[in-house]
């Protein structure tokens, strides 16, 4: 699997392309903002890019989508719960971001759907909480956690359609149930395990 995080935006968002060695295609996990620099790195990668996910509809996991829409042609994923915040303009003016033109989902997700680039499969769980309509992608050995779960942290509760039981449910019925050596990958920060979290995430400790 061929699996690079950028970094993007004024808020670091952790930025995915993922990619099929054997296919070579791919997709991207929450263009966030620098299109160029995304692009450029599937260009490098030599990636056809199938699938744009966003974890989520925060201003900042989306900032570059319609350029890197534009430019891949690829299918853009969003929840349903969360695919009015690729339409309205109230739920983006976070973070005192400005907005980019609204670009509507190709594909609307749901929990147990699954999301196939050439041979590699994941699985969408849906995990609301930071906002209502949060994903974490599940496959190869691997989850990306979006801002739901971070190295050591959980995401914030207290934003609009947040939600602090749904937050931790989410994390301790479906994250908390993988294997420890799950590798997390977040959408803010560094990387982490599930185990790792399981023992030492100072806000999963009761
Ligand atoms: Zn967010
Ligand atoms: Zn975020």
Sequence with gaps: MILKNLVVGPLATDCYI????????????????????ILNNVKDLGLEIRSIVLTHGH???????????EATGAEVT??????QALQKKSVNTLFGLSYPTPLPADRLLKDGD??????????????PGHSPGCICLLGEG?????DTL??????????????????MNSIHTRLMTLPDNTTVYPGHGPDTTIGAERSGNPFLQT
């Design 78 to 83: 969003i929840h349903s719960d969360d695919a």
């Design 59 to 69: 201003i900042d996991h989306i900032g570059a989508l319609k350029e890197v829409k």
């Design 18 to 37: 993922v990619g099929s060695e054997s296919s070579k295609e791919g997709m991207i996990i929450d263009p966030g903002d620098e299109a160029e620099v």
């Design 114 to 127: 699954s999301m196939d680039i050439g041979d590699l499969h994941f699985l969408v769980l849906h995990t």
């Design 142 to 146: 691997i989850i990306f956690s979006g």
């Design 150 to 167: 971070f190295n050591f942290g959980i995401g914030r509760y207290d934003l609009p359609g947040g939600n602090y039981s749904q937050l």
